[in-house]
Nanobody, 119 residues
């Protein structure tokens, strides 16, 4: 399968914003639940947000009201708009694609993009 490609990570001060993007092939994008996970040093990888092929979204409690996940079906991309960023949001963010019959944490993965939020 085609590797997922993330972009948009970088450095930002607390309270700022970043927008992450994930590009996938049409076949992957059109048949899979898409999502974002993150992993900070010394911590387990955790779910951030998911979006179904129909546009239904789900968010971790820690990011509700601050992050917005979306799909662009014309470009086969999935994005994560991150506002009001906090230092605890610092992590490597991974793009994920999985078939609906798979459990969370399974499927295809990008190599990650670093997000660093300074105090």
């Amino acid at each position: 399968q085609v590797q997922l490609v993330e972009s948009g990570g970088g450095l930002v001060q607390a309270g700022g914003s970043l927008r992450l993007s994930c590009a996938a092939s049409r076949s992957i994008f059109s048949t899979n639940i898409m999502g974002w996970y993150r992993q900070a040093p010394g911590k387990q990888r955790e779910l951030v947000a998911t979006i179904t092929t129909g546009g239904i979204t789900n968010y971790a409690d820690s990011v509700k009201g601050r992050f917005t996940i979306s799909r662009d079906n014309t470009k086969n991309t999935m994005s994560l708009q991150m506002n009001s960023l906090k230092p605890e949001d610092t992590a490597i963010y991974y793009c994920n694609a999985r078939a609906p019959f798979l459990t969370e944490g399974r499927g295809f993965w990008g190599q990650g993009t670093q997000v660093t939020v300074s105090s």
